[in-house]
């Protein structure tokens, strides 16, 4: 564990409250709250004294139903040879499988950059995270994906929409991984936590709607980012029947069952749908189309890829510096707070997270000037 990095959203955290009129860029939640329903479902519970004893370990059937009437609607997915297990998030879901699937000494393939609790947990499980880059768009490159590729490989992990990046990865090439997964006898672990926040002519597509996709796909989910819910903790996994036995250790061991408030929240925006997250999309894009308009500023110093999801972008700024340095100048000195590149595995070369997900529009941008404004001096203190 000591060799673990540390996350790096305390850190960021730390300096914050240390400068309390900062504004923050970093950590990636949307701004809006959860919807109505769930949060009338959550206020009814407790009144039934069954509803304070374990529920059962894969979820709430009520909700489970819920969840494979989205997957079979929104995913195009058959869930003919799966199962689905709630899980307490995605992270959650994500160590699941990690536990369901490897050994110690197994190697998990990560495209970089990548998110960086998935690493730690590859770590924590006692794997080895192998890194395959990712093009100068932040596009899978198959070719370093196959070349990572050993015998004591046991999955490749994608994220699309992407996290760090905001890159959305397109509907050939997520096939082709998932093709080369199943001739490769490893697991395509899919995490689709993002899956509602698009923009443009940006188009989802889940791995587990492919033909003969079942038994080798582990797609992941979250209800927090969509719903606007992320303390409550609560997402969901679809894993192959030949896992299901180990997913359920995993969950029974390290949770027993997610909480079953959080449960209830989950049928009431299961409930009310997507097309929750649809309403507020148009104010997310009309901020990340402002932001790209402010962030224009930085192209003599920086690279800014325009990327078509999530809520974030990933710059690299074109100056000697190291990114974590960067990262508290601008807390303490600019007032506005990103995250550093190499929390997500890019060491060489500084590059910085920016997340406009979180703030109402006029704050977003204010962030972003400030921002701006402190890349521009600092890269000038390097100018020759």
Known sequence: MAEIQAPIIPVVADWLRQCPAAISLGQGVAFY???????????????????????????????????RAKLAAENGMDLTGR????????N?????ALFAITDPADEVILPSPYYFNQEMAVR???CEPVLAPTDDDYQLRLDAIRAAITPRTRAVVTISPNNPTGAVYGESALAEVNALCRERGIYHICD????????????????GSLPDSAGHTISLYSLSKAYGFASWRIGYMVVPDHLYSAVLKAQDTNLICASRIAQEAAIGALQTGSAY???HLATLAGVRRAVLDELQALRGCCAIPATDGAFYFLLKLNAPLEAMVVAERLVREYGVAVIPGNAFGWEEGCYLRLSYGALQPDTAVEGVRRLVNGLLRLSGEHSP
Do not use: W
């Open 92 to 96: 959650m879901a994500f160590l699941n």
């Open 192 to 207: 689709e936590a993002y899956e509602n926040f698009l923009y443009g002519q940006a188009r989802h597509f889940s791995p």
């Open 277 to 279: 997250c649809r309403e």
């Open 33 to 67: 709250g959860p919807p109505e329903e769930a949060l009338a479902r959550a206020g009814r519970f407790g009144q039934n004294a069954d509803e304070h004893k374990y529920g059962p370990v894969q979820g709430q059937p009520q909700l489970l139903a819920l969840i």
């Open 83 to 90: 199962q689905v297990v709630v899980t307490a998030g995605a």
């Open 124 to 126: 924590m499980v006692g």
